[in-house]
């Protein structure tokens, strides 16, 4: 299997605006983002299908997105943090979460918005020094 664009941001071979990582996971800004501060979670096993994940690991990652979810919605004014599990743009399980008002902003067919470098450091710094 060749190595998948989150596998290549892992081994650090692409640049991220990461947020936190762990043994087994990464969550870093979406360079393409819904909104300020959506965020993926990713596995570092690299496994096509979500629910090809082990158990042990498929739980993990909720509660790993969990705290970064609570972090975004401490620094990015939204009602809530939503969650999607898509699966088809990259081949290698993550999650989405997503700064939202309402549930149109879920909407992965929305147009993306568009940020300069400065403002995903600045993103990315503020939800970092988040308690």
Not at 37 to 56: A, F, R
């Amino acid at each position: 299997m060749q190595d998948s664009i989150f596998t290549k941001i892992i081994n650090k071979e692409l640049p991220c605006y990461k947020i936190a990582e762990n043994n087994n996971f990464i969550a870093f800004l979406d360079i393409v983002p819904l909104k300020k501060g959506h965020t993926l979670v990713v596995p570092k096993i690299q496994v096509d299908y979500i629910y090809d994940l082990p158990d042990k690991v498929l739980s993990d990652l909720f509660i790993f997105s969990k705290k970064i979810a609570k972090k975004i919605e401490s620094v990015i004014d939204c009602k809530r943090v939503g969650v999607a599990v898509i699966g088809l743009e990259v081949p290698h399980a993550h999650v989405h979460l997503v700064p939202i008002n309402e549930i149109s902003d879920m909407n992965f067919q929305n147009q993306r918005i568009e940020l300069n470098k400065e403002d995903f450091q600045n993103i990315r710094d503020k939800i970092i020094e988040s308690s």
